[in-house]
């Protein structure tokens, strides 16, 4: 790496730190603060001017895992991947995007498929605080603890957190997800994967594309819920509907 790039990219990295935004008290509903080591494929994609946006899962060295609906319209050049601390406050390398790749199946009225993958222009710098996670290529079943991280809000329209939160959750069946959604359960289909615990616990905005993890394997992506922490599913995407085409690319 040339001095003069090193140069850039620890200007940006201070100017990451200088705007980073972090919201009043804002967090996964229900959640508990992540500690040191617990997700370092955790991304946070963020604006031009630095504002999070919603979560990601470090996937390689060069692609980031997210929502199809958190990206789509976005420009990948005006969108940036920081990795590497729990804290969305911390001092970090920005890396912007070179393209943004949705699923060719995505569904934006159900959500079904929503996924993208992000790559970036530069190559991440591995550490011990930044690692790829593994996908499951595992049909996951009915009544799984998992666990899902994020920055997200605690309450509908609400900001985002400065520290990294995670969530302990439970599968349902789909067919238990869509009776539990009353009237949004139509939009359940294959590629989905719902969790549930208790009302007062479960993802919010900001949460979205953040990985549902299961033994240091990501088994699905976060995709939408009734916002927010109403008693009812939180829905993803299913890793295994979606593994095969992911990894065409990465």
């Known amino acids: 790496m040339t001095r003069v790039r090193q140069v850039v990219l620890v200007l940006s990295a201070l100017l990451v730190v200088a705007s980073a935004i972090a919201g009043p008290n804002g967090r996964i509903v229900g959640g508990i603060d992540a500690v040191a080591g617990d997700a370092p494929w955790m991304v946070s994609l963020r604006n031009s001017i630095n ?138 289909g294959p590629s989905s994967l719902c969790t549930l615990t208790r009302e007062g616990q479960g993802i919010c905005g900001g949460d979205e594309g953040g990985a549902l993890v299961l033994d240091n394997y990501a088994i699905g992506v976060a995709s939408w819920g009734i916002p927010c922490a109403t008693g009812r599913p939180d829905v993803f995407v299913r890793i295994s509907a979606v593994r095969s085409w992911i990894l065409n690319f990465i």
Request: net charge neutral; hydrophobic share 45%.
């Open 51 to 188: 504002q999070h946006l919603c979560g990601g899962t470090l996937l390689s060295n060069r692609f980031v895992l997210s929502s199809a609906n958190c990206l789509s319209g976005r420009l990948a050049t005006a969108t940036m991947a920081v990795a590497g601390s729990r804290f969305l406050n911390t001092a970090a390398i920005p890396y912007y995007g070179i393209q943004i790749i949705t699923h060719p199946n995505f569904n934006v009225n159900t959500l079904e498929h929503d996924v993208a993958l992000f790559q970036t222009a530069l190559q991440f710098i591995l550490t011990q605080s930044v690692q790829p996670l593994p996908l499951s290529a595992d049909v996951i079943g009915v009544g799984v603890r998992a666990r899902v991280f994020g920055w997200g809000a605690s309450q509908a329209n609400g900001g985002n957190t400065n520290a990294l939160q995670f969530l302990n959750v439970n599968t349902l069946s789909n067919d238990d997800c869509a009776n539990f959604l009353g009237a949004e359960g139509w939009r359940i």
